[in-house]
């Protein structure tokens, strides 16, 4: 049984009256926004641009205490504030509103400077309305930020998602197991950092063309948001990924 306060999120990507060109990712069939609140936005990285695409997946009816279970008719954004100036959210469907029962997704997109580096907490105001009752269910979101991390810690030249970072567990409490695809051999660089770009630890990784594997040991960072940031030494190559420590 799906909580409607649960259901009303799905529409956090779906503000306001801009369509989108993204297309819903169609791996994704059990309700629910992806990547969901744990994995977060992906951070954005001064001076290149940002496009951060999410799917969420709304169920075709839902329990509203004290009614019994009812169709949802559609869900849809009232306000989303929090964003960074030059920033825009933006659903594939002009209307801002998804119907029960299917997909939609959600460009986040702008192209932040370094003054702009920082952690910004967003606030959505999401609405759903509900078979039969013809009100609207408001409901505040205040879980997801978006941190915008300074490109003078990287020296990077390419693309944040050059090399299809993933890490495992995510949240972590301990080692973290890296796995990336590389087009090239070489000696790379894996640096933590934490929510404002200061680095942490280095460790370097002997690289195979391919898909490769490696481990970092996060035993030792107190508990926060963190950011792997790997690349090869000369700075090419370059991905990005968020991690927590709860």
Request: glycine letters at 10%.
């Amino acid at each position: 049984m799906i909580r409607f306060f649960t259901l009303i999120s799905l529409a956090l990507w779906f503000p306001l009256l801009i369509q989108a060109q993204c297309i819903p990712d169609p791996k994704y069939t059990q309700p629910g926004i992806y990547p969901d609140s744990a994995t977060g936005l992906p951070p954005a990285v001064a001076t290149y641009e940002y496009n951060a695409v999410f799917t969420a997946v709304i169920p075709a009816d839902t329990i509203v205490s004290p009614f019994p279970r009812m169709a949802i008719d559609s869900i849809g954004v009232a306000q989303i504030t929090g964003l960074p100036e030059g920033f825009q959210a933006l659903p594939n469907r002009p209307s801002g509103y998804w119907p029960g029962g299917t997909s939609g997704c959600m460009l986040i997109t702008g192209n932040p400077t370094e003054s702009q580096t920082g952690v910004y907490p967003l606030s959505i105001t999401v609405v759903g309305y509900m078979g039969g009752l013809g009100l609207p269910f408001p409901y505040e979101i205040t879980y997801y930020s978006l941190t915008i991390l300074p490109a003078s810690a990287y020296g990077i030249d390419e693309k944040v998602n050059a090399l299809r970072l993933q890490a495992f567990p995510n949240p972590f409490t301990g080692m973290i197991s890296l796995a990336f695809y590389a087009r090239e051999k070489g000696i790379y660089s894996c640096r933590i950092l934490d929510a404002t770009g200061r680095l942490l630890q280095t460790q370097t990784l002997d690289v195979i063309p391919g898909e490769n594997t490696g481990l970092i040991d996060g035993s030792a960072l107190a508990p926060g948001i963190y950011f792997c940031a790997l690349s090869r030494k000369d700075g090419k190559d370059f991905s990005i990924i968020r991690l927590i420590k709860p």
